[in-house]
């Protein structure tokens, strides 16, 4: 396994679909924001740039998920569940595919 379930070198997942897409076609986003409190991060053992606390996802998801109209939580020490906030959001047919 390359990465997130791929099986080859250029396919890659989106994390939040399990979308099979090349490289070129994901971004990445920190679940833990950058501009929250530091403190936080201690607390719960993250890093701020850490594999832990980053989600690959395609672009048009990135930009809901900096909108808020979806969210990451953790349900776990390794488990995360995605919540919508803004459920107009799935009516974009982009987004039929939301895990969680």
Same mark, same amino acid.
């Given at each position: 396994? +390359? ?9 890659? !997942? ?23 409190? @530091?403190?936080?991060?201690?607390? +719960?053992?993250?890093?701020?740039? !850490?594999? !832990? ?9 990135? @930009?809901? +998920?900096? !909108? ?12 995360? @569940? ?6 107009? +959001? ?11």
């Amino acid at each position: 396994v +390359f990465y997130y379930g791929s099986k080859s070198e250029t396919v890659y !997942k989106c994390m939040v679909t399990g979308t099979e897409c090349s490289k070129e076609a994901l971004v990445a986003g920190h679940i833990y924001r950058q501009q929250w409190p @530091k403190s936080m991060l201690a607390r +719960f053992n993250i890093g701020l740039h !850490k594999p !832990k606390n980053i989600i690959i996802m395609q672009p048009q998801l990135e @930009k809901a +998920f900096d !909108k808020w109209q979806w969210v990451v939580l953790p349900e776990g020490p390794d488990d995360y @569940k995605i919540h919508v906030l803004y459920p107009q +959001f799935l009516n974009d047919p982009m987004q039929q595919y939301i895990a969680g």
